[in-house]
């Protein structure tokens, strides 16, 4: 149980346009979801918390109006990177609370900014 | 949420137990400890967690030290295949904190 599932796993797109990233929570509801961002060779680094049926709390330096969050039901949680470019490109990784093993995460999706 | 000190690498021959130690020095009473691996471009994975008890499931043990401020993940009988980046993380079990991920240990399992 407690499966996130996380699409697409990955794309390649131009630069200047928009990538959106699903997160579903398959047999549990999340009222809470994160979105990380990892680059090569480093860890994860939280971008935002992503709460149903509010606006999404970003961390500092992350910029709101480039990465929107949408957690419109208390399944699906997305991420659209606007007008993306090549710094853009990453492997994205959503999580969701839930218990009692406290989080779980998706797949991860590899975006590629050419 | 208290910070957490790994080992960046560490090395284990095939079908030895493997044991990851972390410090978490500055945890505090209401936080467990979590661990988490990372298999190449992969998300991260659920082992093993705990708050003060030493605690065992298929996949691995967890030794908690009775200050509680270090504790070993144990895996019996490493393969090639829990080749992978260990985090060990520390967090109050409220659902709405996020995990915050140090650098971890990158366990290699040599044939």
């Known amino acids: 149980g407690a499966v996130v599932s996380q699409h697409p796993s990955w794309v390649i797109c131009k630069s200047g346009t928009s990538v959106k990233i699903e997160c579903r929570s398959l047999d549990f509801q999340a009222t809470t979801m994160f979105w990380y961002r990892q680059f090569p060779k480093q860890s994860l680094m939280l971008m935002a918390t992503?709460?149903?049926?509010?606006?999404?709390?970003?961390e500092q330096g992350v910029e709101k109006d480039k990465f929107l969050i949408n957690h419109a039901s208390l399944t699906l949680s997305t991420l659209t990177v606007t007008s993306a470019h090549p710094e853009d490109s990453s492997f994205y990784i959503c999580?969701?609370?839930?218990?009692?093993?406290?989080?779980?995460f998706g797949s991860g999706t590899r975006l590629t900014v050419v | 949420d208290a910070k957490t000190t790994q080992p960046p690498s560490m090395d284990c021959a095939e079908g030895r137990a493997a044991n990851l130690p972390c410090n978490h020095s500055t945890i505090s009473g209401n936080e467990y400890v979590y661990w988490y691996r990372q298999i190449h471009s992969q998300g991260p994975q659920y082992i093993i967690h705990g708050l003060k008890n030493n605690e065992t499931n298929e996949m691995a043990s967890l030794i908690i030290t009775e200050d509680r401020k270090s504790s070993t993940l144990i895996l019996p009988h490493a393969t090639l295949r829990d080749t992978a980046v260990y985090y060990c993380?520390?967090?109050?079990?409220?659902?709405?904190?996020?995990?915050?991920f140090g650098t971890g240990t990158r366990l290699t399992v040599i044939p």
């Open positions: 999580s969701a609370s839930f218990g009692p093993y406290g989080y779980t």
């Open positions: 992503s709460n149903e049926g509010s606006k999404a709390t970003y």
């Open positions: 993380i520390v967090s109050s079990r409220t659902g709405a904190n996020n995990l915050f």
